[in-house]
């Protein structure tokens, strides 16, 4: 049961380097998320998607982009990347609305230099 | 807007004692109430939930909540831990409001038990 997987693991940027982190869930889940965690602060939304075929902006949106590729992956991407966005990202998935729990991949540690 | 607080940031106990985790939440509506763990670097997972009914809700790993609507609280607590609950302890609420924003989480507790 792999749940949510998420790809890399670990990465290193140098500023103004782009990238995408790899989500993809095996679980049909209808709803998908992107966190960023950072000490002190708890987890915050940075974009997610209700449903297939649908994107919205969370708290924290400014310098990332989505994809909903097909109900089992969805994307995030770094155009330009800057110290600020050194993090770790988590991907969820939950099924349907506020009732469901999320489940989470295992993160990505991401470093911007 | 919904928002939590867990006021400890961090909470030594020794092993086989117990130990309370506050969270507490403001909302102006009818909530749904989560407990995560991070093991460490790892993803989160579910320990509890709270969606309506009995107020006392038990989870994995003997871990059980309370929520007490009057005093806006969820803490979670456990008898006796064990050196294997040292981890990081995440409170969650979410509303009946459209989905996805809704996941709002505190800033987390980090439990280290002792020998």
């Known amino acids: 049961n792999a749940g949510v997987t998420q790809t890399p693991k670990f990465q290193v940027l140098k500023t103004g380097q782009s990238m995408t982190l790899q989500c993809a869930q095996d679980?049909?889940?209808?709803?998908m998320y992107w966190y960023r965690q950072d000490p002190g602060m708890g987890l915050r939304l940075i974009y997610y998607?209700?449903?297939?075929?649908?994107?919205d902006k969370g708290e924290v949106p400014n310098g990332y982009n989505v994809s909903r590729l097909n109900k089992r992956e969805f994307s995030l991407r770094l155009e330009s990347a800057a110290p600020s966005q050194t993090s770790v990202y988590f991907c969820?998935?939950?099924?349907?609305?506020?009732?469901?729990?999320?489940?989470f991949g295992n993160g990505t540690r991401l470093t911007v230099t | 807007a919904q928002s939590v607080t867990q006021l400890d940031s961090q909470v030594p106990v020794f092993e086989e004692a117990p130990v309370e985790l506050r969270c507490n939440y403001s909302?102006?509506?009818?909530?749904?109430l989560f407990w995560y763990v991070q093991y460490p670097n790892q993803g989160l997972q579910l320990l509890l939930k709270?969606?309506?009914?009995?107020?006392l809700v038990k989870g994995i790993n003997g871990f059980e909540a309370e929520f007490n609507k009057s005093q806006t609280s969820f803490h979670l607590r456990k008898p006796s831990v064990h050196i294997s609950d040292t981890a990081e302890y995440f409170c969650?609420?979410?509303?009946?409001?459209?989905?996805?924003?809704?996941?709002?989480f505190g800033p987390g507790t980090r439990l280290s038990v002792l020998p």
């Open positions: 969650a609420v979410s509303g009946p409001d459209n989905y996805g924003q809704n996941f709002v």
């Open positions: 998607s209700a449903s297939e075929g649908t994107t």
């Open positions: 679980m049909n889940h209808n709803s």
């Open positions: 709270y969606l309506s009914g009995s107020t």
């Open positions: 969820a998935s939950s099924e349907w609305g506020p009732r469901t729990p999320l489940h």
């Open positions: 909302s102006s509506v009818s909530v749904y």
